[in-house]
């Protein structure tokens, strides 16, 4: 058998294996059996500290003993790098047009967190052969033991790859802040997800609110549109980040608050945000996992 028909059997194969083995299979603590929770964190408006989320979220999940892998997934920005001080010299391209493996593309970030670097490469995404989304999938299927929580920067807004990331993500936390454009647009992505791809279950974050009355109103005010117009969704309240200055100061300092100022109010809500949500239950569905991640992403290409 030549190298093209045994990748083909390769992809025949994952194509019906199944991702999990019913309610029997789940693990305890919200875990799959199968591999990681596999997160998205999105943003209907940009400027709500979706990155600087992304890499505390990150340090939080490590401190609970937690591996974690993430994909820098804000499309040409490549932040999540900048807040960790790093300057990746490959990225997710790479292993595309098959230069480099997985695991020389993946950078190591402060406590051990894991990143994918993916910039301009996420252009290519859209456009991929065959044989890359097959090359695509066997990298990834290497890293689903390896990993507790597979985190997912995913840009601002409405376009097509912020659309498939959370499409195919496990899990999806909609940050949004007190300004109103910011609420509007948060309702704006989840309307779109749901009215248009069927997607029902979003959990909120409230960033830089004043206090936990502020956060509890911007939930409010959203679910209540919901509850209106969406009346099949379901929209989860995950808490808040309150409004610090050191976490501004961090930012400037190109490092996450939880390693600078761990001691600082929006530090113990990361903390109790990632607490949080390994308490909750893991999606009811079965795509817990990196692997089952990418064939639904590039099932959408």
């Given amino acids: 058998m030549d190298q093209a028909s045994r990748l083909r059997e390769i992809v025949r194969k994952k194509a019906y294996e199944p991702a999990c083995h019913g309610e029997a299979g789940r693990a305890r603590e919200g875990r799959w059996p ?8 999105t943003s209907g408006k940009g400027g ?21 892998l993430i994909l820098d997934g804000d499309l040409g920005l490549a932040n999540i790098d ?54 695509l999938l066997n990298e990834f299927d290497t890293l689903n033991e390896d990993f507790d929580i597979f985190l997912i920067d995913t840009g601002a807004g409405i376009s097509s790859n912020i659309i498939y990331f959370n499409m195919a993500a ?12 910011s609420i509007t647009d948060a309702y704006a992505l989840m309307k779109v997800m749901f009215t248009q791809h069927g997607t029902r279950s979003f959990k909120l974050l409230v960033n830089m609110a004043a206090h936990a009355d502020e956060a509890r109103s911007v939930f409010e005010n959203l679910s209540n ?8 969704v379901s929209l989860e309240y995950v808490g808040f980040i309150p409004k610090d200055d050191n976490f501004q100061r961090a930012v400037r300092q190109q490092c996450t608050v939880l390693q600078r100022y761990p001691e600082s109010e929006s530090s113990k ?19 817990g996992n990196i692997k089952f991640f990418w064939r639904k992403f590039m099932s959408y290409h």
Wanted: charge should be positive; glycine fraction near 10%; proline fraction near 5%.
């Fill in 269 to 287: 809500g990361f903390c109790k945000l990632a607490r949080r949500l390994l308490a909750g239950p893991a999606s009811a569905g079965c795509d």
């Fill in 170 to 181: 496990q899990e999806r936390i909609v940050v949004a802040t007190c300004e109103p454009s």
């Fill in 48 to 68: 709500v500290g979706k990155t600087n989320i992304v890499g505390n979220l990150a340090i939080a999940f490590r401190r609970l003993e937690k591996r974690v």
């Fill in 34 to 41: 199968a591999g990681p929770r596999v997160i998205a964190v």
């Fill in 82 to 135: 900048i807040i960790f001080g790093l300057n990746p010299v490959y990225n997710i391209k790479h292993v595309i047009n098959g230069e480099k493996d997985l695991a020389e593309v993946i950078v190591k970030a402060p406590e051990e967190i894991c990143i994918i670097p993916a910039g301009s490469g996420l252009h290519e995404l859209v456009h991929l052969t065959n044989g890359q989304k097959l090359n």
């Fill in 225 to 232: 549109a919901v509850v209106r117009f969406l009346k099949d």
